[in-house]
């Protein structure tokens, strides 16, 4: 469970070195290069972000969050406010 004053701390800097590692790890996996699309930089991304060269996802958690905002007062929506 993350540690709810995150919120509080700042960012870390992004880590130039585990991204480079990264990019560099991309060029030795067994496919072509820019296959993966954007999935690629994603990685390359959170590689830097964690100062690692192998990004790693232990604890992957979605949220989806919704709203009315009153645009169906509108008629703007294809669906019910409901």
């Known amino acids: 469970m993350l540690d709810p004053e995150w919120v509080a701390q700042p960012p870390k ?3 130039g070195a585990a991204a480079q590692a990264a990019i560099q790890r991309q060029g030795q ?3 072509p290069a820019g ?3 954007r999935l690629e930089q994603i990685a390359v991304q959170f590689a830097a972000w964690q100062g690692r060269g ?3 996802l232990d604890d992957v ?3 989806v969050f919704a709203a009315d905002h009153g645009v169906t ?3 703007v ?3 019910p406010a409901s």
């Open 35 to 37: 296959s993966l699309g």
């Open 61 to 63: 958690g979605i949220r």
């Open 29 to 31: 996996l067994t496919k």
């Open 54 to 56: 192998i990004p790693r």
């Open 77 to 79: 929506s294809a669906y």
């Open 73 to 75: 007062a509108h008629g």
């Open 13 to 15: 800097p992004v880590d």
